[in-house]
């Protein structure tokens, strides 16, 4: 949630910053609802000031002539009028403190200075590219009919389980599948010192508000009927990030690098809004794994720690080998919580193309903000909003597509990359056989 403070200060330069993300913020009416809150709190405060001396009149009336019953009649009825002004007051300025807060959640995020100017993913610019796509002596297949010349991808199957956008793996790519998410969690907690946690799958409605999926993106979740205003997670990111919610942290307990977390979960979207979009595979499912690091620290460590985080990422991909490009998103497509984002974009031979891997976002203060999440200042002693960095480390079901198709073999049989091999119980070959 944007700061109230710096949207008071100039709400004219935040609605012009907001444009990048095609967001038209409404500065009249906050304008209005912000004066109408300042009002009825003066309006107030000065009523209850009238009722602190009112209640000193009865010997003053009584010094007039005044019966002692006559004052305290007199009095009562002039402190039950102005009660009944404070109340009224006091409800307008919380009817008026409650839409500012509603305009605000469903306000996003300032873009950072950096980010370019753009409407889709086509306006991204790229950053760096690593690695070199592989010149196939063959035309190379996408993962879906490598899957299906192994038997071992099965989207009709799923289909009769549950319906669309949800597959079935089996024999040795399931294998795989679990493969890389042991080998993310133990390059990211061995090498880069993230704390390993088990988080549930389900969150209260609090939760998502405090990251920022709720209120303007319901539709986008699944909500579980019942007695329990539960919903599966979108992503790791929710519940991990929401274990600092309502929470004050010291200094110390920072450490030198903020606080790192891994999880890994699986993760469900209703992808509404994409019908007809990536139909076919594993690219955009109803239910997929990702391992997502998350790192909450300092407001002065902010830039240094999205840098660090996207490194995590990609070091993932170099040590599988896979040839990525780095792009950082334009205002169009930046996320709405999102102040700056990079992408990886792996290389898919299958779709002769780079795909999204990973969103490395830093949020800033606006995910700290909706959910309390605060650090203690040493130099001036006053809690403040911590920054909420996270970013996929990888999305599990893209990275076995990105094997499947840069490792494949003519005839559709795919060489397991050494370094999963560990994993894998030394297989290295993966064919219909398997």
């Keep these: 949630m944007l700061d109230i403070k710096v949207v008071r200060e100039d709400p004219t330069a935040v609605a012009a910053a907001l444009k990048l993300k095609g967001y038209d913020f409404p500065v ?10 300042k009002q009825a709190d003066i309006r107030a405060q000065s009523l209850l000031a009238d009722r602190k001396s009112a209640s000193k009149k009865i010997g003053e009336l009584v010094g007039q002539g005044r019966s002692v ?4 009649a007199e009095v009562a009825e002039l402190l039950e009028k102005i009660g009944g002004e404070i109340n009224t007051a006091t409800e307008e300025a919380r009817q008026a403190q409650e839409a500012l807060q509603a305009m605000l959640l469903a306000t996003p995020n300032l873009p ?6 753009g409407e889709t993913e086509e306006d991204n610019q790229e950053v760096l590219t690593w690695g070199t796509p592989k010149a196939f002596d063959f035309k190379p297949l996408d993962h879906v009919d490598i899957g299906e010349l192994s038997g071992q991808i099965n989207a009709a199957m799923a289909g009769k389980i549950t319906g669309s956008r949800f597959t079935v793996m089996s024999g040795a790519i399931a294998r795989l599948h679990r493969a890389l998410v042991q ?12 704390t390993e946690v088990y988080v549930p799958y389900m969150v209260n409605r609090e939760s998502l508000v405090g990251t920022g999926q709720l209120p303007k993106f319901e539709e986008d979740l699944f909500h579980i009927q019942g007695d329990q205003d539960y ?3 979108p992503t790791a990111e ?12 010291e200094d110390q307990e920072f450490g030198e690098l903020g606080m790192r977390y891994v999880a890994h979960t699986p993760c469900f979207r209703s992808e509404a809004g994409s019908y007809g979009r990536d139909t076919r595979g594993l690219i955009r499912q109803h239910q997929f794994e990702k391992v997502e690091l998350v790192q909450l620290v300092r407001p002065s460590q ?3 720690a999205l840098e660090s985080l996207t490194a995590h990422a990609e070091h993932i991909l170099q040590l599988l080998n896979l040839p990525y ?3 950082i998103l334009c205002g169009g497509d930046l996320g709405f919580g999102a102040q700056l984002t990079y992408d990886l974009e792996v290389w898919l031979p299958g779709q002769d193309a780079y795909r999204e891997i990973s969103s490395c976002s830093n949020y800033g203060a606006y995910q700290a903000r909706r959910m309390q999440a605060r650090w203690r200042n040493p130099e001036t002693g006053k809690p403040e909003p911590l920054h909420t960095i996270n970013g996929s480390g990888l999305a599990v079901g893209r990275t076995l597509v990105a094997i499947l198709e840069n490792y494949q073999e003519a005839g559709g049989s795919v060489v397991v990359p050494e370094i999963l091999r560990p994993y894998m119980q030394g297989l290295e070959r993966i064919s219909a056989e398997q």
């Design 69 to 72: 019953d006559e004052a305290k």
């Design 28 to 37: 009249e009416p906050f304008l209005e609802l912000d004066a109408r809150r």
């Design 238 to 249: 929710v519940p991990v990030t929401n274990m600092a919610r309502d929470r004050i942290f």
């Design 183 to 194: 080998f993310m969690l133990n390059e990211h907690t061995a090498v880069h010192g993230y």
């Design 112 to 117: 950072d200075a950096r980010v370019p100017a």
């Design 325 to 327: 490009r780095k792009v």
């Design 231 to 233: 919903f599966l997670i």
């Design 302 to 304: 902010s830039d240094e």
